[in-house]
């Protein structure tokens, strides 16, 4: 069986899976409500985490902070007893479940968020951070573990006071959790069964943790 795989967000994801163009979605949340006509299988746990560049001498950051940031109230690295400078904010693009939790979590309306540079995927959001020692991002926290540990200049902050960490995920004290699900509709056949069982199988278990991603509970 050939397994071809394409990025492009959530919304694709489900989009693809309902037009008939993909037979499994990637979504990286829970669904939602009016998504009940597809179904969901559970393959890793995972968390968003605020990011900074590695030389940043902050270790953390307030959800009051963060808004202010992203609403433009706040503007300067040094209002939040940073090196003086002009705050970078990095943001997502629209069908990116990472977008999705960041406005829901801070209570935020996407159209009052004020970004200096809008990405794609959680590598492009990396690559920004790591490029400028001024910016701030959103990403996964599995990525931008896995990222730090290749030597990635960037650094995972504290979020009120809770580490930004597989650990911290694990343990249930982090705020900003999510799933991660592939997603199929309608009865899928012997192939797709056989691959969503694999996925949720032991045999994953080293892949997902090699990204830091926690791996979901196996069968």
């Known amino acids: 069986m050939r397994v071809d795989v394409q990025s492009g967000g959530t919304s694709r994801g489900i989009q693809d899976v309902r037009g008939g163009l993909a037979s ?18 559970l393959i890793a746990n995972d968390g968003i985490t605020m990011i900074v560049h590695a ?10 902070q963060v808004v202010g940031l992203y609403t433009g109230r706040l503007g300067d690295w040094g209002e939040l007893g940073g090196q003086p400078g002009r705050v970078v904010k990095v943001h997502k693009a629209e069908g990116r479940s990472t977008l999705e939790l960041f406005l829901k979590h801070f209570g935020l309306d996407n159209a009052a968020v004020q970004p200096d540079l809008v990405i794609g995927d959680n590598q492009q959001g990396i690559k920004s951070v790591a490029g400028n020692p001024l910016t701030i991002g959103y990403v996964s926290i599995g990525s931008a573990e896995y ?8 650094k995972l902050l504290a979020l009120d006071g809770q580490a930004a960490s597989t650990e911290a995920l694990l343990s249930g ?44 509970p196996r069968r």
């Not at 030389?55 to 009051?64: C, E, H, K, V, Y």
């Not at 056949?189 to 892949?207: G, T, Y």
Request: aromatic letters at 4%; charged letters at 20%; a negative charge.
């Open 24 to 41: 499994i979605g990637m979504v990286s949340r829970a669904l939602n409500p009016d998504e009940r006509d597809l179904s969901p299988f």
């Open 147 to 154: 990222e730090a540990r290749q030597g990635v200049p960037i």
């Open 173 to 216: 004290s982090y705020p900003l959790s999510r799933e991660l699900n592939l997603v199929v509709r309608g009865e899928p056949d012997a192939n797709i069964r056989a691959l969503l069982a694999f996925a949720q199988s032991s045999e994953v278990a080293d892949l997902v943790a090699q990204h830091a991603f926690i791996p979901a």
């Open 55 to 64: 030389d940043n001498p902050l270790d953390g950051i307030s959800s009051a």
